[in-house]
T-cell receptor, first 114, second 114 residues
């Protein structure tokens, strides 16, 4: 088990609502990345946070936003939820942003949008 | 952007036999290739990784090979055991490092038959 914790574990929302997912990084890690994993697919990169700022972003619209706090924990916010947002959202922490830094994933938040 | 193809989608082997999972990537700038194992209800766990300046890496029963010319890399598991049953993902990352995120394949469901 990694030291990355995510909450909540499961969440059900209605289309058009907003949701906030939370992540606590592993001790000693200052970088957090978020991934979306649709059923039967590999994880897809949403964005990365380093020093409380977005450090890189995948192909996701602006209604996906995030925060990183001084203790390196992070939030993922999704506005105007769509049915296709239903997925497992994974948080991963690492010691830095270097190419070869290993990512340690949490168990994820399963989001269902009805 | 990078595209990673993974085969097969499902692989069933007898306990004690070897398993091989293959991936190809499209971006010749990719130079870091990790493999993750995901068990039901858990996040992906890094099992082995390889850098582009290395052709092969081994860790006990697990090995990874990389052919940069052909842009493909493979995971080899020998003497398979029941606890090897899981979904395995290959991934690739470019020089941009963590800020560009990892690009994952769609996964291989490995089933170890007793």
């Amino acid at each position: 088990e990694t030291g990355v914790t995510q909450s909540p574990t499961h969440l059900i929302k209605t289309r058009g609502q907003q949701v906030t997912l939370r992540c606590s990084s592993q001790s000693g890690h200052n970088t957090v990345s978020w991934y979306q994993q649709a059923l039967g697919q590999g994880p897809q990169f949403i964005f990365q946070y380093y020093r409380e700022e977005e450090n890189g972003r995948g192909n996701f619209p602006p209604r996906f936003s995030g925060l990183q706090f001084p203790n390196y924990s992070s939030e993922l916010n999704v506005n105007a939820l769509e049915l296709d947002d239903s997925a497992l959202y994974l948080c991963a922490s690492s010691r830095g942003t270097d190419l070869y830094e290993k990512l340690f994933f949490g168990s994820g938040t399963q989001l269902s949008v009805l | 952007g990078e595209n990673v193809e993974q085969h097969p989608s499902t692989l069933s082997v007898q306990e004690g036999d070897s398993a091989v999972i293959k991936c190809t990537y499209s971006d010749s700038a990719s130079n870091y290739f990790p493999w993750y194992k995901q068990e039901l209800g858990k996040g992906p766990q890094l099992i082995i990784d390889i850098r582009s300046n290395v052709g092969e890496k081994k860790d006990q029963r697990i090995a990874v090979t990389l052919n940069k010319t052909a842009k493909h890399f493979s995971l080899h598991i020998t003497e398979t055991q029941p606890e090897d049953s899981a979904v395995y993902f290959c991934a690739a990352s470019t020089i941009g490092g963590g800020a560009d995120g990892l690009t994952f394949g769609k996964g291989t469901h490995l089933i170890i038959q007793p």
